[in-house]
């Protein structure tokens, strides 16, 4: 049987909160889930406020689709990416000149991060790739490997240093550059739940699972630490290679498994390099980042699939990022690297981490 013989569902759940023991009646508990940005979004909220808080979480939820998705065409992002009132010196007959956008807070901290992670991976992660993931289209199930001619077509349309913030102004200085915040978004999102609901002090705790990107935070009903589990790499019935318990942070993964098909014995999936538009070998299977900085963390994951674990080891050391990475290699074996320390750490599957963002 193939290993990947479909695409996976859209930003596919690759982490698993694992719940026993999480419910008391002297909690009020509110849970539901809802379909944002192509995937599953579950939250589930403790505390006196919690159904309150949960409404509007969703409410949050749709109003960040309306920033960042790039396929709708009511967002930001899409108008943006199609040029709809562009000022500056755009023309839109030929499609030249600088557009000028002003933008929202929460578009312009998406791009400076998006941004930062494309300059130091020189263009490895480029977050104008979207004419290359459209063409491979593992967002709607039906991805197919691309006519060379037209990935070459797509590749000349990215370019990050395309495009320039300047405060709230983004310049696009190319008339056919196209965003794409796939990797960046959610951790985003899930930053900004996190903190609306720790704004209130009508919430003790909560659980934020947006397409496998957890969050967690405040008290268990039981008072034990919060425990996650990670998806062993194409395992068929969700089987756990491991599992992380923490008291508060996020645990985010990527992996080759999440959105991939498999064509003539050759596995294609959706983590594309900048540079040929390919799927890329790093020689890993999945990067799993624990931290407390959903944004940075939700990057990061891509950004360690994409250089591999010793290029992504060097770039978190040099830019002192406050996190923990779960390498799961291609050969089978799982490393946790820690920063703060230097020290890598070879890791058994079925093991049980404790760790402290």
Known sequence: MNRCHRIAFPFMMILFLLLSGCTSPKKKTASDTGIFFDTSVTLTIYGEGAEEALSECFVLCRNFERIFSAQNPDSELYRINHRENAGGEYDPKTRTGTAEYSISDELREALALGLEASEDTDGLFDITMLPVTELWDFRTGNGSVPDETLLLEALSRVGFKNAELRGSTLLLTEGTVMLDLGA???????????????????????????????????????????????QKPFSERGELLLSVELSEGCVISSGV?????????????????????????????????IGRDDAL???????CMLLGKDESEQLIRKKAYDVQVLYTGSDGSITLFSPKTGEEQDIKEGARLRLQP
């Open 184 to 230: 960046v978004a959610k951790g985003c999102i899930s930053a900004a739940l996190r903190d609306y609901l720790q704004s209130r002090s009508d919430i003790t705790g909560a659980i934020l699972n947006l397409g496998g990107n957890i969050d967690v935070f405040g008290e268990k009903p039981d008072g034990s630490p919060w425990k996650v589990g990670i």
């Open 297 to 303: 963390s939700d990057t990061l994951s891509t950004v």
């Open 257 to 289: 498994y999440e959105r991939c098909f498999e064509k003539d014995g050759v596995l294609y999936h959706h983590i594309l390099s900048g540079k040929d538009g390919m799927p890329v070998d790093s020689g890993l299977l999945q990067a799993t980042v």
